[in-house]
């Protein structure tokens, strides 16, 4: 009769049911693809993850406890109710012990495996009193408190115990937070940036006070996506972020409304407690733009941000017309459809989306032939270039304009021949960054304003040399090719800056593992506020061109069409439109236009860049 009983109920009631407003085949794939409950076996696999979710409208919600259930099988239906779309997980807490269940804290943090975890009975005491359950899996990735990724591979296994409650199985302990299947993770989160300001220090530049830094996070898609995603911004920057980056909002500050949507003028409005009541104009604006941009990233119908007390009245409001001063690719420079690139005279030369053929610049670099250049970088103005010769071993600073003198070399590498300089890269504020890579002393350098004096920055816990680089807009992400042995990783760093003895030092500091599954990397250019654009290739495996986000999980942009031979990339910080790629492969330049496949643009041509 219990294996009848049990039968019956894998076929007509799955542990998971979905509801919504999706096409009836797509509800009913979903519910075939349910995962029974075993009431015996040694080891089992929550098989949610093979439930796509095919319709965003779907829902899915878990399934109570049944009465008699087994220690295993009350386990795996916990499992189960931790991916539903419950929004305060009431009924993954029937699962649990009376005194666990307000205890229990779910946004502790999530760790994603690479497939659900298994589940087994690995010990047990008294049989009729409680029983030890194991979970296991390969980890991938953790969540933290604050909605931050972190790629961390490694075994993953933690303990769960189920102990009687009332003639009853319930788990009375259990590991803090979440534990999802990946596909369950992708299913049920999205990326969101939240944007916070820069902090850069008494940089004399006065720009870094407007300028926004994307800081992304995961949030539950379907669940009240606007006030999360207002609320995940008033939590505050991100760990790895924090110490570069600054909320306009007060200590303190909460949104007073349970649930925000945007109504049919498109206007977002906030009430907000009493901590923001005293703020000034300025200071609210900043807010509102912080807000902005933030939410548009989840609604693009938001044309208003309107923040007000926690009686209703008015602090301000920011259009997206009026919010573009604050935009966060404003310090990408205007530059967004203007490509350049050395060509096969080692001339510096300059192609725009709408050009069939490259042209070459004006100035020492380009159309006046001063010197051979082995890479180029453009400042975000367009009006300054700096250039590294064709022996690696000079780095000149000069105008892009006929007749302006190439001068003396600004930075001279160290180490010979076989070393030399990286191609440049300038930050939005207009400063100058490069790296010898002298084997003996590797460093990386700054030079304010493009042509100030060369400054050293320290990067502590650096192990290898730097053999690429690409500065964010922002000037606060700096992105790192590291080469050790015969190996090159990519690193993302954080650029502190600390006054002290009236002069500005900078340093690199808490460099993380973007791409971890990469084997080696071959190059790097960042792709928008939180994207990187990134060729190279996993173990035994084929060279790939891929999206990667700055926390190191992989983008949800569309593919790419498919590329080998890559050694340089180049892709626009700027959203206002759909840019072209440009990579250097087998000695020629291609590019990839909007819509279209990769096209030759020269059979001959290296070191492509956008402004920056």
Known sequence: ??????????????????????????????????????????????????????????????????????????????????????????????????????????????????????????????????????????????????????????????????????????????????????????????????????????????KGRDVLVADPVYLRKRIDPVTSTVNALLDGPTNWLDPVAATAFPTGTKVVDRRLSVDDSNALRIRLNGKAA????????????????????????????????????????????????????????????????????????????????????????????????RSVGVDRS???????????????????ETGSALGEPRVTARGGAKAGLTAPSWDGLGDLWVADQDPERPRLLRLPGGTGSPEEVQVPRLDGRITGLRVAADGVRIALLVTKDDRTSLKLGRVERHAGAGRLSLSVQELRSVAPRLEQVDAVSWAGGSRLLVAGNEQGGLQQLQYIDTDGSLSNTSALPGITGVRGVAASESTAKAPALVAERDGGIVRLLPDSNWKLVTKEGSAPVYPG
Request: proline fraction near 5%; charge should be neutral.
């Open 278 to 373: 005293g703020t000034n104009q300025a200071q609210c604006l900043r807010m509102a733009a912080q807000l902005l941009y933030t939410v548009q990233d989840q609604s693009a119908k938001v044309g208003q941000v309107v923040l007000q007390r926690d009686d209703g009245s008015q602090l301000c409001s920011l259009g997206r017309e009026d919010a573009r001063k604050y935009a966060p690719d404003q310090a990408a420079g205007r530059g967004a459809d203007q490509q350049y690139f050395v060509d096969a005279q080692h001339r510096m030369v300059s192609l725009a989306d709408g050009d069939e053929e490259p042209r070459r610049v004006p100035g020492p670099f380009g159309a006046d032939g001063a010197v051979q250049l």
């Open 1 to 206: 009769m219990g294996a009848e009983r049990n039968r019956r109920r894998r076929a007509s009631s799955p542990r998971r049911r979905t509801a919504g407003f999706g096409a009836l085949a797509v509800s009913a794939a979903l519910l075939a693809g349910c995962a029974s409950m075993p009431d015996s076996g040694e080891v089992t696999a929550v098989d949610s993850s093979q439930r796509a979710d095919a319709d965003s409208q779907v829902r899915v919600y878990g399934v109570p406890p049944h009465k008699g259930e087994r220690p295993q099988e009350l386990v795996t239906g916990f499992l189960e109710a931790t991916t539903s779309d419950d929004p305060d997980y009431g009924t993954a807490r029937m699962y649990l012990a009376k005194g666990k269940q307000r205890e229990w804290d779910p946004s502790w943090g999530t760790v994603v495996l690479a497939e659900p975890p298994q589940v087994q009975v690995e010990h047990s005491g008294d049989r009729d009193r409680d029983y030890t359950i194991t979970l296991t899996g390969k980890q991938v990735a953790r969540i933290d408190a604050k909605h931050a990724y972190k790629p961390e591979e490694g075994a993953y296994k933690e303990r769960i115990h189920v102990a009687r409650e009332s003639g009853e199985w319930r788990i009375d302990r259990l590991p803090a937070g979440l534990v999802l299947g990946l596909a369950d993770f992708q299913r049920i989160y999205r990326s969101v940036n939240k944007y916070y300001f820069a902090e850069l220090g008494t940089s004399g530049s006065g």
């Open 382 to 400: 367009e009006h300054h270039a700096a250039g590294v010769a064709a022996n690696g071993q000079g780095l000149y600073v000069t105008r892009l």
